[in-house]
Nanobody, 122 residues
Framework: QVQLVESGGGSVQPGGSLELSCVASDHTRVNCMGWFRQAPGKKREGVATIYLGGGGPTYGDSVNGRFTISEDFAKKTVTLQMNGLKPEDTAMYYC????????????????WGQGTQVTVSS
């Protein structure tokens, strides 16, 4: 079992920035890492994914151009830099890891973190 530990998140005003980080306990079973989010009453959606070791960052349409995902293979860490935050970005953000190909479809991810809350309001 791969454990994922998230950090970051919190509250910020519209237009502000936040950074989320996620560390995996074991990367030998991980090919791809990413972030998903779920707002109250809404379906969980893919935010961004990246191959551990580099390559192929993919972004959801609603965050493309504002969020940047990066990874550090040696540290088994993936980071999500969120700029230009909007109230509609408010959600619980989940780190996820996959033994398979990267995708914004949550069904491809077999390991999940506990989630960290991001709130954007004035």
């Amino acid at each position: 079992q791969v454990q994922l530990v998230e950090s970051g998140g919190g509250s910020v005003q519209p237009g502000g920035s936040l950074e989320l980080s996620c560390v995996a306990s074991d990367h030998t079973r991980v090919n791809c890492m990413g972030w998903f989010r779920q707002a109250p009453g809404k379906k969980r959606e893919g935010v961004a994914t990246i191959y551990l070791g580099g390559g192929g960052p993919t972004y959801g349409d609603s965050v493309n151009g504002r969020f940047t995902i990066s990874e550090d293979f040696a540290k088994k860490t993936v980071t999500l830099q969120m700029n230009g935050l909007k109230p509609e970005d408010t959600a619980m953000y989940y780190c996820a890891a996959s033994s398979f190909w990267c995708s914004l479809e949550e069904e491809r991810f077999n390991f999940w973190g506990q989630g960290t809350q991001v709130t954007v309001s004035s």
